[in-house]
């Protein structure tokens, strides 16, 4: 019994691994298509979302088949209830990628005259957050997970930086307020993705230590053992 249940946790962590993949190369098309503000791209990615919903419904599945054919021991618990949590930060990730990409097939072609030296890099660190916290996640590294979570100030400052940029985007030339706007709204997402990074990180931590950004999520439970 405890071999199948092995074997399914394996299932488990490749298509955490695929959905992860699935969302690093979403971000990337975002990012191109706003850059390059390519139509066919944007409109490709937020199609490309329907398969990251579906990749979670039967990541969901799994996890809930998990629960209920086998009897989990405490580690094993916080293994699947923390991969609930982690794909529905994934799919959020997908999500907001695709709200991107919406940005872009609204977007007018003048819009590409603001220059925006913070989008690539943001964008850039975020794939690496989540690349990260999910290799944290299959590799139970919990010193990898921490350092996503120290990531996330590098995202915060290009967010900051972007929104200077904006704002003398807008000095120079005050027909591109409506441009701005957008761009604002698009280097929210990425700020947002990398928040979410964070908490599949931090959901990893849970997963192997019982506790959650310092506080145990398991109420009268002083201690977590592997019984």
Not at 172 to 194: C, H, P, Q, T
Request: proline share 1%.
């Amino acid at each position: 019994m405890r071999i199948k249940f092995e074997s399914q946790l394996e299932t488990l962590n490749n298509s955490i691994i695929e959905m992860g993949a699935l969302v690093e190369e979403s971000i990337g098309d975002a990012t191109e298509a706003l850059l390059n503000m390519d139509i066919v791209l944007a409109q490709k990615n937020v199609d490309f979302d329907k398969e990251i919903d579906q990749k979670m419904k039967e990541i969901e599945s799994l996890c809930l088949k998990l629960l209920l054919s086998q009897q989990p021991v405490a580690r094993d618990l916080r293994l699947i209830s923390a991969s609930l949590k982690m794909v529905s930060d994934l799919e959020r990730i997908g999500d907001q990628c695709a709200d991107i990409s919406e940005i872009v097939l609204t977007m007018s072609k003048d819009a590409k005259i603001v220059q925006l030296d913070a989008i690539p890099p943001m964008s850039a660190a975020t794939i690496k957050m989540v690349s990260q916290s999910v290799d944290a996640f299959v590799r139970r590294d919990l010193t990898l997970a921490h350092r996503v979570c120290d990531s996330d100030d590098e995202v915060d400052s290009l967010f900051v930086s972007a929104k200077k940029e904006l704002v003398n985007a807008i000095e120079r030339n005050s027909s591109n307020a409506e441009s701005v706007i957008d761009f604002v709204m698009v280097a929210k997402y990425l700020e947002r993705i990398g928040d979410h990074a964070v908490n599949v990180a931090k959901w990893v931590i849970f997963s192997i230590t019982g506790n959650h950004g310092g506080v145990s999520l398991l109420s009268g439970a002083e201690e977590i053992t592997d019984k």
